[in-house]
């Protein structure tokens, strides 16, 4: 009960004005009330006075969220829809009797170091030999292992890392599952440019984020990984990220884990953009280069940064400006696996965006936005592939 | 009609089992069908069916009105209209457009305003609300002190009657006395007479230039005077807009700003007009009246950005409000502009005599008031208290010749007092029109009185 009541102490505060109706990309989809914003804060409330049972129907529908918080953004009251869904689905499934099993799984898996490893060198395997293309679509491990790159958990409004006392002597990269398992090379480039502008930097062996667990009713899952990586990266400076998924989540502990040192962990958590412009990162321009540039849900309204990619990206090149480009891509983690209509729905109108700024590639900070951008046929590049 | 278009499931159900009033959300609110029909034909096919079969039908927009017009009272059929949204024709020789009612009252502007045709009403719900639930409640807006309320915007009507019948009324003529004037009677009925499906609605040419003025004064009165002054001089501000001390006070705790101690009305104005001179001409005009009455500050927006920060002010007062306390009763009285700073005077006495806080703003140009009543409902003492607040404040309006509501309409929520602003004969009177257009009832159940 104590989660559907922090649940329902949020969505009290909304008025069912309307606002989000007309941000929600689901909505936008499919315009059925029970999907947007308000639709889900009413259905919370609703269970917390026991006019809706708690069932897999409940669950179905809150489970039906991109937690992109486009909601939240427009509301007048910024009522954190993302935050209240996240502890309904937990109240919801431990009432059920605990996670869908795929999601255990993949919790089970994502838990575990070794096993992260271990697939990454399967998946690199397959790629070298160029025979990952070749598996159905439905077999296809990329496709499947996306699942852990993880919707959103955010917090209160944006927060930014604060910079008081801005040491940076001792520098970590934290490694996303998703960066280690799909990006491999990906995360080489964003080390060597941490190489380049720090004095000394670790690559401690770090635990996955945990946002997997914690969006999809595993939170005890997500605490024991949150403690470990605390108790890791207790003693360096800065912590710095490039999968903005692993950046927001890492950023907003102190929500779930109310100590102090999660509260210092997060602050000296950044976004490899945000840390390149802090630290006067310049990059060399290619005249021949032109990009548009994705906002990752977790990093605009996750994380409030805006400006600094895009400061980056009109260095290195013809920075062309997408309309909307901080709307949901569609793949918000398992979304695009679990909704596959829907998701191509929301994609199908990034692309036509996308396409009307002529540019020749699309850049993005979130593997889970590239592997979702994948699939349409301009390239997608992370940020640290063209700075 | 497909399976996605009648939803049966009790979740999709109970998702249209409530609207932006302050009504609870109820399990005896859920219709038993949501029914999304994509063309008049449907509409008809469906009203006709319900008809047949006296299944209650309650026509639906976005939900965002205040009243709770939208609730089904009576189980039926949910009819959303959310799937009808197309802008059928935009006839620029006689600035008319006709569109379906579903279509969000933002879209059509931002469509007329790209060919430089400006539709005026805009409700505060203005981006999310659809043209047919804003004609349903007569929506009104801030620029209702110079351009008027939907009504005035309302050339013709496509209406699905109760029993599947397709009327038309009015048209394009700009004069027309051919029978009663069918449109006004659907525009404000709250969906207890028909179903509105089609509208063409007239247009204007788009203002030129537009200017934002915020003045601050010692007391509300000052600036009802200030606007009062302005109107009977001859310069019509396209919108007026009051906020007294809590509001200021609310709103600057949600911004974390701080309030000199000093203000206790806020006026924020927008003019517009055909060039820069003219705008000048205006803004000098009202700077002089605003000296008279001892304004303490009269700031001109210097470009669109500045504009945009007075009126997030204006616009965010809601919410600023909402946040002071758990719940909140807002009101939607309307009275004779004169009349503003009495009622509000009596407003504030009822505050105190109940021992309430009672915030006030609203639309000083047409004397639209929306009192904001904050309160704990889960305290049944101070319930009491807060019902017999509202009722007070509804005989206040009434008493200086006002009326129960200016745009919201009455729905549920103001069924109760009614009969005190329309007597007996005229609720009688409403009652024989709703009988002769539908003389089963089935038509939004429970509504108005």
Redesign the interface.
Known sequence: MELLNKAEKIVNACDRCGTCLTVCPLFEADGIERTAARGKNAIVRALGSAILEPGEEALKALDYCLLCRACVDACPGKVQTDEAVIYARQFLTDKMGGAKGKYRLIGRFLGSRNSIKGMGHVLSLLRRLKINRLLPLGLLPDEYLTAVAGPIILGSHTNKTSHESFRVEKVAYFEGCGMRLFFPSVAEKTKSLLHATVRRLSIPDNFCCGLPHLAHGLMEDFIRLSEKNVALFSDFDVIVTDCASCGSTLKHLARFIPTKEAASFSQRVMDLSEFLVKMGYTPRRQEDLSFTYHDPCHLIRGQGIKWEPRKLLSQAGDLREMSGADVCCGGAGSFHLDYPLAAKHILARKKVSIEATGAKMVITGCPGCMIQLSKLSIPVCHLSQVI | MGE?NC?E????R???S???SFVS???RHKPEMVV?PATVEEVSHLLSLAYENEIPVTPRG???GRTGGSIPLAGGLALSM??MTRIWELDEANMMVTVEAGA?T?DVYDFCAARGLFYPPDPA?W???TIGGNIAENAGGMRAVKYGVTKNYVMGLEVVLADGTVINTGGKAIKNVTGYDLTSLFVGSEGTLGIITKAILRLIPMPKKRGTIQVMFAELEEGCLAVQQMLVSGITPAAAEIMDRICLTAVAKHKNLTLDSSFGACLIIEIDGSDEKELERQTKAIRAIAEGLKAFRFNVAQDSKEAEELWAIR??V??AI??LA?D?IGEDISVPRSAFPEVVRRINAIAQRHNLTIAVYGHAGDGNIHPSILCNLKNPEEERRVHKAVEEIFDAALAVGGTLSGEHGIGITKKPYIRKALGDEGVKTLRAIKEALDPKGILNPGKIW
Not at chain 2, 9 to 12: I, K, N, R
Request: aromatic share 12%; glycine share 8%; net charge positive.
């Open positions: 996605r939803l499931g009790e979740l999709d109970f998702g249209y409530y609207d932006a959300l109820s399990a999304r976005a939900a965002s959310d799937r969000r933002a719900s981006k999310f609300s616009r965010g809601s919410s909402a946040a758990p909140r």
